[in-house]
């Protein structure tokens, strides 16, 4: 009788059942998992909300940004840099169930299965950015509040940006949590890494107001463009430092760089030494 790794390797077993089927799958067991944990839902949106207000109020009277129309008062200046926080903490805290899945068995069950690990990574990234999508698109319902109308092509665009900002940091994500097996550590590189490169955006002040080398690594900061992106679609009457072309083709690389290395740590195969 043949053992399970046999059948597992054997031919008559498809090595994959396509890709569609297995990435849709595990997408929407993302998002029903993150919808029925209410507390999620409601912290990720409040938290970065009361921040925007709490920060944007605090700074509006002794910050400005320059004489561009609706940038004058901080709470305008500061609402781009709160909607990707709002898509950054989506994104990464969504990947936390990586970590779970490992522990619950779930993750290894799925790694057995005859299907392409490309699909793992595609179902669970793209769940974590539909999530994340949503909560910073959400979030537009504030626009008004700080002078921000937008028409159907300036929509469109933002729908854009906010989804290739939440693929590529799901994806970032996904790379951190997938060699991980502690929630801690986890929260000890976002505190570590993630808040920093979220502070060194543009989010929270101007690049062009930064010391030399602060300037240098806003620059080096991809999501700056992100950020860069959002501003001058909600405030086209503002100045950002490259164009709507350039901070978009920076946040495609960034994303695609990011999918290529989730794939190739999903791929990767570890050998224990032998006696």
């Known amino acids: 009788m043949a053992t399970r790794t046999e059948i597992l390797a054997s031919p008559a077993?498809?090595?994959s059942v396509g890709v569609a089927l297995?990435?849709?799958t595990l997408w929407w067991r993302e998002v029903v998992r993150f919808y029925r944990q209410r507390a999620r839902v409601v912290g990720v949106i409040a938290s970065p909300v009361?921040?925007?207000i709490?920060?944007?109020s605090g700074f509006g009277s002794s910050f400005r940004s320059g004489d561009a129309r609706g940038q004058q008062h901080y709470l305008g200046y500061f609402y781009p840099g709160a909607l990707i926080m709002i898509v950054l903490f989506t994104a990464i805290f969504t990947m936390m169930s990586v970590i779970e899945d490992r522990k619950e068995g779930f993750l290894l069950s799925v790694m057995v299965a005859p299907v392409p690990r490309s699909a793992i990574v595609l179902g669970k990234v793209l769940g974590g950015t539909t999530l994340a999508s949503i909560q910073g698109l959400i979030f537009l319902a504030f626009a008004p509040l700080v002078g921000v109308h937008l028409g159907?092509?300036?929509l469109l665009s933002v729908v854009v940006v906010v989804f290739l900002v939440s693929f590529a940091l799901t994806a970032l994500?996904?790379?951190i949590a997938w060699p991980m097996d502690s929630t801690?550590?986890?929260?000890a590189i976002i505190n570590l890494f993630l808040i920093p490169l979220w502070l060194l955006s543009g989010a929270l002040f101007p690049l062009s107001g930064a010391s030399g080398w602060l300037r240098l690594l806003m620059q080096l900061n991809p999501l700056t463009y992100g950020v860069e992106a959002l501003r001058g679609l909600l405030y086209p009457a503002s100045q950002t430092m490259t164009s709507l072309s350039t901070n978009i083709a920076a946040i495609a690389l960034f994303t695609l760089c990011m999918f290529a290395l989730c794939?190739?740590?999903v791929n990767r195969r570890t050998t224990r030494p032998t006696a």
């Open 152 to 154: 159907l092509w300036e």
């Open 173 to 175: 994500g996904f790379a």
């Open 22 to 24: 297995p990435a849709f």
């Open 263 to 265: 794939f190739l740590m």
């Open 13 to 15: 077993t498809p090595a």
């Open 50 to 52: 009361l921040f925007w």
């Open 184 to 187: 801690q550590a986890f929260h």
């Open 54 to 56: 709490v920060i944007g």
